[in-house]
């Protein structure tokens, strides 16, 4: 594994890239431990996933993935105070019971923002709120950033024993939100343990929202190389395979994007862009690629299983790429993204890049 170089002020996300071996998958057992699962299962909140894969494979995973309706993420949107998801049966069915994963609007280094995952609660504060609120938190973000304002992140484990009425600790968080954090914001809503009865998020209108898979067939796109050449391990030489790795990523993104630059018939001025298909003349062919795309408020663990379902349904040498990225949160859109690529014809053999975005 390896990173590429340092960032540069205007590039503050890193890229981490690995090319290993997947363990042996058995229907009904997803994996929780080793690459590529771990990377899946540390993103937070994911916004968007793209599936891409030769056109000619889509049915085989139609059935299992497309059309199956319980397949398909659901999330809610709710107006709540922070006080509200501390009180009564929301706290106690949803957050000691149960398991639920929250995201407030706003961006972190500018805005009060609130999240809510695995039971932890984590504020992203500026200064004159943390203050007035009287908790106790960290700075957050580069110190001596010209142009941003001293921000603050406070994190309360939910979950402990010590986190109910009468202890100091709460009563003092349940104070903040009362008298300082007391204003109605938008929050995103994902429920990912049993539904209770009666449902306590039904008291505060929600608005239910499912991110129905969105199919774009028929992309007729020049594909590269996507095996590393063999003399790269051979000789153990790096450079040879970051550039390798930052092309092929680069023509993943672009497949994304739906870009024209990378469809057979491409024929844009050079003078406008000067992108070519990586690789040799003679390595480049022609394919009709699918991508399947779903956009919401998706939780690590349907990724993780979304990953599972289409390793089972294809054939083992055959290639596929599985991309995901996060919410933004800061003014500058950066966001995390994670890119599984399995190579053809190399059963078990897998790519990953992960960026990490610099909060």
Same mark, same amino acid.
């Given at each position: 594994?390896?990173?590429?170089?340092?960032?540069?002020?205007?590039?503050?996300?890193?890229?981490?890239?690995?090319?290993?071996?997947?363990?042996?998958?058995?229907?009904?057992?997803?994996?929780?431990?080793?690459?590529?699962?771990?990377?899946?299962?540390?993103?937070?909140?994911?916004?968007?996933?793209?599936?891409?894969?030769?056109?000619?494979?889509?049915?085989?995973?139609?059935?299992?993935?497309?059309?199956?309706?319980?397949?398909?993420?659901?999330?809610?949107?709710?107006?709540?105070?922070?006080?509200?998801?501390?009180?009564?049966?929301?706290?106690?069915?949803?957050?000691?019971?149960?398991?639920?994963?929250?995201?407030?609007?706003?961006?972190?280094?500018?805005?009060?923002?609130?999240?809510?995952?695995?039971?932890?609660?984590?504020?992203?504060?500026?200064?004159?709120?943390?203050?007035?609120?009287?908790?106790?938190?960290?700075?957050?973000?580069?110190?001596?950033?010209?142009?941003?304002?001293?921000?603050?992140?406070?994190?309360?484990?939910?979950?402990?024993?010590?986190?109910?009425?009468?202890?100091?600790?709460?009563?003092?968080?349940?104070?903040?939100?009362?008298?300082?954090?007391?204003?109605?914001?938008?929050?995103?809503?994902?429920?990912?343990?049993?539904?209770?009865?009666?449902?306590?998020?039904?008291?505060?209108?929600?608005?239910?929202?499912?991110?129905?898979?969105?199919?774009?067939?028929?992309?007729?796109?020049?594909?590269?190389?996507?095996?590393?050449?063999?003399?790269?391990?051979?000789?153990?030489?790096?450079?040879?395979?970051?550039?390798? +790795?930052?092309?092929?990523?680069? @023509?993943? $993104? !672009?497949?994304?994007?739906?870009? *024209? =630059?990378?469809? #057979?018939? &491409?024929?844009?001025?050079?003078?406008?862009?000067?992108?070519?298909?990586?690789?040799?003349?003679?390595?480049?062919?022609?394919?009709?690629?699918?991508?399947?795309?779903?956009?919401?408020?998706?939780?690590?663990?349907?990724?993780?299983?979304?990953?599972?379902?289409?390793?089972? +349904?294809?054939?083992?040498?055959? @290639?596929? $790429? !599985?991309?995901?990225?996060?919410? *933004? =949160?800061?003014? #500058?859109? &950066?966001?995390?993204?994670?890119?599984?690529?399995?190579?053809?014809?190399?059963?078990?053999?897998?790519?990953?890049?992960?960026?990490?975005?610099?909060?």
């Amino acid at each position: 594994m390896f990173s590429f170089a340092t960032p540069s002020v205007y590039q503050s996300s890193k890229c981490f890239v690995t090319y290993g071996v997947m363990s042996h998958l058995e229907p009904g057992q997803v994996p929780n431990k080793g690459k590529p699962w771990t990377a899946l299962l540390a993103q937070d909140f994911i916004h968007k996933v793209d599936l891409i894969l030769p056109e000619e494979l889509v049915q085989l995973v139609r059935d299992k993935i497309i059309d199956d309706p319980s397949r398909v993420p659901v999330f809610y949107k709710v107006i709540m105070r922070l006080g509200q998801v501390l009180e009564g049966d929301f706290f106690t069915e949803y957050i000691k019971i149960g398991n639920i994963m929250m995201l407030s609007e706003g961006k972190i280094d500018s805005d009060n923002v609130f999240s809510l995952r695995d039971g932890v609660l984590t504020m992203y504060l500026e200064k004159e709120t943390y203050e007035r609120a009287g908790l106790v938190g960290k700075p957050h973000g580069a110190k001596g950033k010209r142009g941003f304002k001293p921000r603050w992140i406070v994190q309360f484990d939910l979950r402990s024993p010590s986190m109910l009425r009468g202890k100091k600790a709460f009563d003092r968080l349940v104070y903040a939100c009362k008298n300082v954090l007391n204003t109605p914001v938008t929050w995103l809503f994902h429920n990912l343990s049993k539904t209770p009865v009666p449902e306590p998020l039904s008291q505060h209108y929600p608005t239910k929202y499912m991110s129905h898979p969105g199919v774009s067939e028929d992309i007729f796109a020049k594909v590269p190389s996507l095996r590393p050449p063999p003399t790269i391990f051979s000789s153990q030489n790096r450079l040879d395979l970051d550039e390798f +790795a930052m092309d092929i990523h680069e @023509w993943l $993104s !672009l497949v994304r994007l739906g870009s *024209p =630059r990378v469809n #057979v018939n &491409d024929n844009i001025d050079p003078y406008l862009s000067c992108y070519a298909i990586p690789g040799e003349t003679e390595d480049v062919r022609e394919e009709k690629l699918c991508r399947i795309s779903w956009q919401g408020f998706i939780p690590p663990k349907w990724t993780q299983q979304t990953l599972a379902d289409v390793i089972l +349904a294809l054939p083992s040498k055959s @290639w596929f $790429s !599985l991309s995901l990225t996060s919410f *933004p =949160r800061g003014i #500058v859109g &950066d966001s995390a993204d994670s890119t599984i690529l399995r190579p053809p014809n190399s059963p078990g053999e897998y790519f990953l890049w992960d960026i990490k975005r610099h909060d």
